[in-house]
């Protein structure tokens, strides 16, 4: 097993960190944080190979109501960001505080 640094960025849902080392604690996926040479270097590498962007809708239709189809009232984008966690976490900030975007003929987010 490598060197154990407390401070530590780990692949998604992993123990296993970027560099291939197993460490046993982490606090952080911010690359200012990270301790460990190795991991830094793979976090710079990554961020400087791919951004990320989600695109989403929202629809809605009556509950009971068979006859019509779901009906788009709002829709948004991350962005870009520099991993796909990045990406989902600016979304969920958009839909949990009723940020999306909207147009002529759609409900206000906060009326949805």
């Not at 791919?50 to 509950?63: G, L, N, S, T």
Request: glycine content about 8%.
């Amino acid at each position: 097993m490598g060197t154990v640094f407390p401070r530590h960025l780990l692949a998604a849902s992993s123990r296993v960190a970027m560099c291939g080392e197993t460490h046993p604690t982490h606090t952080t996926r911010n690359a200012a944080e990270v301790e460990c040479p190795r991991c830094l270097e793979a976090i710079e590498a990554k961020a400087t190979e791919y951004e990320y962007r989600i695109e989403y809708a929202i629809q809605r239709k009556r509950v009971g109501d068979d006859i019509f189809e779901f009906v788009e009232i709002g829709f948004g984008s991350s962005g870009h960001e520099s991993d796909i966690d990045a990406a989902l976490y600016a979304v969920q900030s958009d839909i949990q505080n009723r940020q999306w975007e909207t147009t002529d003929g759609m409900p206000e987010p906060g009326d949805a």
